[in-house]
């Protein structure tokens, strides 16, 4: 029989955990006998594997698909779209094969004037400028509201 234990709101919006008897804390956090992977692994890229890895297609011009490890859906949907506002790219498109395998498929084609590797080192170029760009204004909005000398106040 298993009993359920309290989740304080910080830590777990009131919601309940479900633990085995006898457990507390960290233990019953992370549940002996559980049938599911270690959380490490969605992140850790093992040895053996490389975190991205390119397939030239065969049967489609200037096409491949690239192997994104340790990735999901946040990665594969930024640089599909990133991708496609590039005039070179005529395809551009992402699979996860089954929510527990962690990597993202990414196929993308483009014009005889580029590769798809070429396409897809400026998408994550471009990206990283968007990201620059975009912890400079939070950073900036932070440090406003924070200047006790601004109308603004943090909520």
Do not use: C
């Not at 093992?46 to 859906?73: C, I, Y």
């Amino acid at each position: 029989e298993r009993a359920a234990a309290p989740v304080s709101p910080a830590a777990g919006g009131g919601q309940r955990a479900r633990t085995l008897p006898g457990q507390t804390g960290a233990a019953a956090a992370a549940a002996p006998g559980m049938n599911r992977p270690d959380q490490y692994e969605k992140f850790v890229v093992p040895d053996h594997l490389q975190k991205v890895s390119f397939e030239r297609d065969t049967k489609v011009p200037n096409a491949g698909t690239f192997l994104l490890q340790r990735e999901d859906h946040t990665a594969g949907n930024l640089l599909r779209m990133q991708l496609l506002r590039n005039e070179q790219v005529l395809f551009s498109g992402y699979m996860m094969p089954h929510p527990l395998d962690y990597h993202v498929v990414l196929k993308v084609q483009t014009t005889k004037h580029s590769t798809p590797v070429e396409a897809v080192k400026g998408a994550v170029a471009d990206l990283r400028e968007e990201l620059k760009t975009l912890r400079g204004a939070v950073e900036a909005e932070v440090a406003r509201a924070r200047d006790p000398s601004s109308d603004m106040q943090l909520g």
